[in-house]
């Protein structure tokens, strides 16, 4: 049996975005079943207006008024099939925890996820934007991802190919934002732990002591704990900017401009470390009214109590101008501006 939908209106969303950005709602509900989605859309179709899914609210950047529907994704569960004498296949709900999931999965000897531990976030918002952290993203260990079609009205697997999964992008994101709404993430694990240790900040991280699949979770948290500030401490939506990719001319062009670049290969040229060229702008700490650059990781701006998105959008327009000024590049924002 269904729980009917549950609606409320002028709903305030401070304590359900990670900046705290003091945004209302002008309708929200809350889904707990799948097939609560079939309601959603019977309730949008007589009642026309855009959609926000929500799940942890830790990408969104959110103006003071939300016009249309919020709907909060708190589906459980937890359910494991084996796959191969190798491998378990885990379907989790999209409303689970992030960080609770890393967790759960290695106290079940179930491995692959520990690198991305500590992340914000639920479950199901972790294939919009392909998660990923110390070498691995989340399209490397996902094996379906479920949905409701809402173009269709029915619940089906997509495969991780059909996701169209890139850095921090995806399907969800860029191609059908208003298509799908997730509902459970299956990976496939590993029963046999073999490390990713490909960043150089965990393999130094970890030492010399045996490496277990507990110590890699345990040093990935120390290392985000050392450069991120925590959400529920300071309003943050992680790196504000993503990594920009330029082609191998322009890279080589910076690389004898500036000797102490970061940078790494990349399909289509190289990456650059984006909190390196803010951070050489020097704007490390700096702040404009009631946001700040994040002191020990440039790539993060913080909310210093009050701001509003408005505070972000000049702050990041800031960001993005000296940066371009000094080096040519233009650094693109990461979260999720709504509306
Ligand atoms: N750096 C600086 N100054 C800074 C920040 C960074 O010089 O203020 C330099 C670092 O010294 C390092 C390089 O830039 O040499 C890269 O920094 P870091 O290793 O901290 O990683 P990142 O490129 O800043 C990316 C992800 C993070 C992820 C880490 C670890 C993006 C946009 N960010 O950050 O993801 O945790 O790698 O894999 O790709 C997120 O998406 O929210 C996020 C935190």
């Not at 701001?307 to 924002?333: C, K, N, S, T």
Request: glycine content about 8%; charged content about 25%.
């Amino acid at each position: 049996m269904t729980d009917s939908l549950q609606l409320r209106s002028e709903y305030p969303l401070q304590e359900l975005n990670t900046f705290g950005l003091p945004a209302v709602a002008e309708y929200y509900t809350e889904i707990h079943a799948a097939d609560q989605l079939e309601q959603l859309e019977q309730w949008l179709k007589r009642h026309p207006m855009p959609l926000l899914l929500l799940g942890g609210g830790s990408n969104l950047v959110l103006a003071d008024r939300v016009p249309g529907l919020v709907a909060r994704i708190l589906i459980r569960g937890w359910h494991r099939s084996d796959l191969s004498a190798s491998h378990v296949r885990l379907r989790v709900g999209a409303g689970e925890n992030w960080h609770a999931t890393v967790e759960k999965s290695i106290e079940q000897g179930l491995y692959g996820l520990e690198n991305l531990a500590l992340i914000p976030g639920t479950v199901g918002a972790a294939p919009v934007q392909n998660i990923g952290a110390y070498g691995v993203e989340l399209k490397d260990r996902i094996s379906a991802v479920e949905v409701f079609d809402r173009q269709e009205q029915c619940l089906r697997d997509l495969s991780p190919e059909a996701c169209r999964f890139g850095y921090r992008d995806s399907l969800f994101k860029s191609i059908e934002p208003e298509r799908y709404i997730i509902t459970a993430v299956e990976f496939s694990l590993a029963r046999q732990f073999t490390a990713e240790l490909s960043y150089a900040g965990l393999r130094e991280g970890l030492g010399h002591d045996p490496v277990t699949p507990k110590r890699v979770f345990d040093t990935v948290c120390r290392i985000r704990r050392e450069k991120l500030p925590d959400p529920t401490e300071i309003g943050n939506a992680g790196s504000f900017f993503k990594n920009p990719v330029v082609s191998a001319d322009l890279y080589q062009q910076l690389k004898h401009r500036f000797e102490s670049l970061v940078a790494y290969p990349d399909t289509d040229g190289y990456k650059l470390a984006a909190g390196w060229l803010i951070d050489q702008c020097g704007l490390k700490g700096f702040s404009l009214e009631h946001v700040g650059v994040y002191p020990r990781q440039a790539l993060v701006l913080v909310n210093l109590g009050a701001a509003r998105r408005e505070d972000i959008e000049r702050l990041a327009r800031h960001v993005q101008q000296m940066v371009q000024e000094r080096f040519g590049v233009r650094l693109e924002p990461e979260p999720r501006f709504y509306p």
